[in-house]
Nanobody, 120 residues
Framework: QGELVESGGGLVQAGGSLRLSCGVS????????VAWYRQPPGKPRDLVAA???????DYTDSVKGRFTISRDNVKNTVDLQMNSLKPEDTAVYYC??????????????WGQGTQVTVSS
């Protein structure tokens, strides 16, 4: 059983919306920096949005003003609300959690990925 479980992908027309959710294990959520990445076909995996334990957020330029990342500290989830979707947003979306251990050792956890397809 993985530490991260993603849900919410699917097929949507351009201009539509989707909401992705990442359930994070309670053993790591409170101390995890969490981010959403995406990987279009034949391209590398890139960072889309991230949120710190304190709620600070950051976005790649191409999604600013359209996507919103948020975390629910009761449900242990990190959601990505995607509005005004474009065909170029089509990709497999992955959730990643990162924690820091002793000696500043970083531990990375990945979800299984969820497909988002935006039709024109």
């Amino acid at each position: 059983q993985g530490e991260l479980v993603e849900s919410g992908g699917g097929l949507v027309q351009a201009g539509g919306s989707l909401r992705l959710s990442c359930g994070v294990s309670g053993s790591i959520f409170s101390r995890a920096w969490v981010a959403w990445y995406r990987q279009p076909p034949g391209k590398p995996r890139d960072l889309v949005a991230a949120i710190t334990t304190g709620g600070l957020t950051d976005y790649t330029d191409s999604v600013k003003g359209r996507f919103t990342i948020s975390r629910d500290n009761v449900k242990n989830t990190v959601d990505l609300q995607m509005n005004s979707l474009k065909p170029e947003d089509t990709a497999v979306y992955y959730c990643k959690a990162q924690t820091t251990g002793k000696g500043w050792t970083r531990y990375n956890y990945w979800g299984q990925g969820t497909q988002v397809t935006v039709s024109s």
